[in-house]
């Protein structure tokens, strides 16, 4: 496949450079990329692809009661505690019998999890929220503006209208900005940061492990799809000022550890090798979290500039 190809992969996804590395086994008849922005189904058929949404992968401890038990590109976490655990995300609809298997493992029993949150209401990790719900009987938790979309399985989707939809869940606890969720020893503060989609959540867990803190952070809501209108003729009315505050809100935390959504953003691969020998160290990146957020706003500012025809002023 031709570097060109993949770099399409790389800027519609939004990636960073190890993605290109994984990206070796797409055919060459790579679709351009606004046919990407323009076909829905076409989008979500070749990011899962290229980024292996729906491979198996090994489950991991990260820090403390932090486990991934996601799939080779999407995260799923399961914070284990002595009253029961609290899953977040579920990735695709195929994914469910996979985390089970993670879960398992690990040694933890998929049916002690009490609690399912979610990062946002699109179909690559909330896919799999009504087989998880079915299993455990656990509750879901989720930020007031996804509410209907993973009530409706994402129908009526700002950018996907009906085209990724998946199976529907019942929420039983509406969040709101700073809400918590607790469960034996671990608490997870939700803040809303809206613009991926209109209720994307950034969850923060503020740890001790051995004696020493950490604040673990899972960024969400500043990344946008080829598509998605953020300034001129907005994708929805609102979402300008929504991804600016939701740069600042990042901007304002500081975590130890970052971990996220989608695994080549944070290089989970990289530090989950290097983890072998250097233990949590290895997940301790402050100064990657500053550049990932960095990345974030630069490639939203540009996107403006883009739409507002600013780029071409000055060419
Ligand atoms: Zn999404």
Known sequence: MSISARTVIASICLLNFAVLASAQTLPPNLPSKEQLANDNKLFVFWANKALKWEEPAEPARIVGPIYFVGTKGLGVFLFATSEGHILMNTGMPSSGPMIVDSIRKLGFKPEDIKVLINAHAHIDHAGAFAFMKTLTGAQLA?????????????????????????????????????????????????????????????????????????????????????????????????????????????????PDIWLAQHNESYD?????????????????????????????????????DDELGANNATK
């Open 268 to 304: 989970f691969e990289g530090k989950r090798k290097r983890a072998e020998t250097q233990g949590v160290r290895a997940w301790t990146d402050a100064e990657g979290y500053r550049r990932f957020v960095a990345s974030k706003k630069r490639a939203f500012e540009d996107q403006v």
């Open 142 to 254: 989720v930020m007031k503006d996804d509410v209907a979309a993973m009530e409706s399985g994402d129908r009526n989707d700002f950018k996907y209208r009906d085209d990724l939809a998946y199976e529907g869940v019942k929420v039983d606890r509406v969040l709101r900005d700073g809400d918590t969720v607790k469960l034996g020893d671990v608490l997870l503060t939700a803040y809303h940061t809206p613009g991926h989609t209109r209720g994307a959540t950034t969850w923060i867990a503020n740890l001790v492990v051995d004696g020493k803190a950490y604040v673990v952070a899972f960024p969400e809501g500043a990344g946008f799809n080829p598509g998605y209108r953020v300034a001129k003729d907005p994708s929805y009315p609102g979402i300008t000022e929504d991804y600016r505050k939701t740069h600042h809100m990042l901007e304002m935390i500081k």
